[in-house]
């Protein structure tokens, strides 16, 4: 098991052997093309070198030496032998050089985890993230499977156009070198043991089983202990952080600074009895340092949710852990502006369209202009400020406080059907852009009354003189009562 210890996630390829020494396996040969494999590699000793198995007369076995840098070494002069085979000539050791050997290099990688699986997130399933003939047409219905895929046999032979059967015993041979099977059987009935580090990263994860779903779906123990280090928590995080920040290498140090920012304002409102969606209690509340015993507590002695508990929104919504949600959700919007997201929370607006708010190009300081020149709260502005752009417009903060301005509540984004129908009435002579046409509509209330107001030329609606409802009507969402007929 000594070779499990000198595994590093970060190393790009593990050795054949846990201390580099020479993995010396038998392995049939032949010089005859198409001929049958009678068997695949065995360790040295198993079969008496050059003995012939039953029913294969043209194969014969012999010891192969794959030394520490993965250079193969036979009993054959493979230059003499690779000048053969362009006159003709064949000799299957010569595929052990430029096809087994690769494909024994990846598959052990896999198997041992030193690398991050290769997998993507496909509709609601997994795949290779470079499909062969040998992948299925639908994902895989979980990590575990993909990854088993990707250290199958059927796919090695495939990705490296080698022989299955040899390929899975070297295999075999190198895993039990390490010490991660229990015999060098056949690889697709043998367990994976997970390593000793295992023991340590089972403190770290929060599932009882975490560790064990996480080595099937292709992390290393070693890959929680750093993580759980970098974000700096003294308890256990969901495996599904640790498996999304494998995958998708988002910056720690972003996920752990949004996640502070995005406790304090949580902390403040669960302690002081409010909703996560309220405005925060008028007394700030001090948070002691977490330590490796002591989780992080509220001076009042309160004991606030550990920072991957499970949450409900008050839509009735489940939220995932902020952690996984960050895990899985930073974008190059993060990376550009990676305060931004951190903002967002702090300020209180509900997960599910903060990345909408991203990728839409406002920022903070637009819901709090916003908050501040129409009286609504802060989310609501937020929420607003999404559903615009959710709808292809990007109008500007003085345009949406205007709005308000005139009576129409914020919060009635006109639909995208009312604006197709404003344009359809006024073709060819509309406003310049969709966001021109969509404010139109929504200070008017109406497509057929924005159309009315731009065949009457009085277009200018941001004026602090301009109104679209002439004496005694009322548009559906104008407040204002109508004008009481004279005599009523």
Do not use: K
């Not at 367990?191 to 023991?199: E, I, K, N, R, S």
């Not at 009042?300 to 929104?313: K, Q």
């Not at 702090?346 to 637009?366: F, M, N």
């Amino acid at each position: 098991m000594a070779g499990w210890q000198s595994l590093v996630p970060r190393h790009d390829v593990a050795t054949p052997t846990p201390g580099g020494e020479p993995l010396v396996v038998s392995v049939p040969c032949t010089t005859s093309p198409g001929a049958a494999v009678p068997g695949g590699a065995v360790p040295s000793g198993a079969v008496p070198s050059g003995a012939v198995p039953s029913g294969a007369r043209r194969w014969h076995r012999h010891d192969v030496v794959v030394t520490a840098d993965w250079a193969v070494r036979t009993p054959h002069d493979l230059a003499a032998e690779r000048i053969a085979a362009a006159f003709g000539g064949h000799l299957s050791c010569l595929a052990l050089e430029s096809n087994v050997v690769p494909a024994v290099r990846a598959a052990l990688g896999r198997h041992l985890r030193v690398r991050p699986p290769s997998i993507v997130r496909r509709g609601h399933g997994w795949s290779a993230r470079s499909a062969l003939s040998c992948c299925p047409r639908t994902p895989f219905a979980s990590t575990a499977l993909a990854v088993e895929h990707l250290g199958g046999t059927e796919h090695l032979a495939v990705e490296f156009d080698a022989e299955p059967r040899v390929v899975r015993a070297m295999v075999a041979a190198c895993l039990h070198a390490h010490g991660a099977v229990e015999h060098p059987a056949a690889l697709d009935t043998a367990t994976m043991l997970v390593p000793p580090a295992g023991a340590e990263a089972a403190g770290l994860v929060t599932e009882r089983w975490g560790v064990r779903d996480l080595w099937d779906a292709g992390v290393h123990p070693l890959w929680v202990i750093f993580l759980h280090a970098e974000i700096g928590v003294a308890h256990p995080l969901p495996s599904g952080f640790y498996l999304g920040a494998v995958l998708n290498r988002p910056d720690i140090e972003w996920i752990a600074d949004t996640v502070t920012r995005a406790e304090r304002r949580r902390l403040l409102l669960e302690i002081g009895g409010g909703s996560p969606f309220d405005d925060p209690p008028e007394t700030p509340v001090a948070l002691s340092r977490p330590t490796s015993h002591r989780p992080i507590t509220a001076s009042n002695g309160h004991e606030p949710h550990a920072l991957e508990g499970t949450r409900f929104t008050p839509e009735g919504i489940v939220e995932e852990p902020l952690v996984t949600w960050l895990a899985w959700t930073a974008s190059r919007e993060d990376r550009r502006r990676p305060a931004e997201r951190g903002g967002w929370l702090e300020v209180g607006v509900p997960r599910r369209i903060v990345v909408d708010l991203l990728r839409s190009g406002y920022i903070v300081d637009d819901v709090v202009a916003l908050a501040a020149g129409t009286g609504l709260t802060e989310v609501l502005c937020a929420q607003t400020l999404a559903t615009w752009s959710q709808r292809g417009w990007s109008p500007t903060v003085a345009d949406l406080v205007r709005l308000v301005e005139l009576g129409p509540h914020l919060a009635a984004v006109p639909p995208v059907a009312a604006v197709e129908v404003f344009l359809g009435l006024v073709v060819g002579q509309g406003p310049a852009g969709p966001t021109e046409a969509a404010l139109l509509v929504a200070a008017c209330g109406s497509a057929q009354q924005a159309a009315h107001v731009w065949a009457e030329n009085d277009r200018d609606w941001r004026s602090q003189s301009w109104d679209p409802w002439p004496q005694g009507e009322t548009d559906v969402r104008d407040p204002r009562p109508a004008a009481i007929p004279s005599g009523a």
